[in-house]
């Protein structure tokens, strides 16, 4: 199945702050990440270093994507952990992977 909107998360290099995010296209938004942890820093992605990418979910309708970005910001921490943990035991950037 084709997808056009993402919900994602990411972390910093000790995975102790997580990022949750939206987007249409993920390569592009992980490149902004980075881009902004290494230079301004003015996003919260960039100022934390959350430019790795341990889960994603994807989405036809861009409201689906919104509302399930807004559920899981919600979350208490361990049920974060938890979510992610079930997508990426390792918790691995997942950066490489995605085309």
């Known amino acids: 199945m084709f997808y056009n909107h993402f919900v994602y998360i990411t972390t910093n290099e000790h995975r102790t ?5 939206v987007t249409n296209n993920i390569q592009r938004r992980l490149s902004q990440h980075y881009f902004d942890s290494q ?3 003015k996003s919260f992605a960039g100022k934390y270093n959350c430019i790795y990418l341990v889960y994603y979910e ?3 309708n861009p409201k689906d994507a919104i509302g399930r970005e807004k559920e899981i910001k919600k979350w208490r921490r361990d049920k974060k952990n938890t979510l ?6 390792r918790w691995e950037s997942l950066n490489n992977q995605i085309v």
């Open 17 to 21: 702050t997580l990022y949750i995010g």
């Open 39 to 41: 230079n301004s820093k």
């Open 58 to 60: 994807g989405f036809e």
């Open 84 to 89: 992610i943990s079930a997508f990426n035991h």
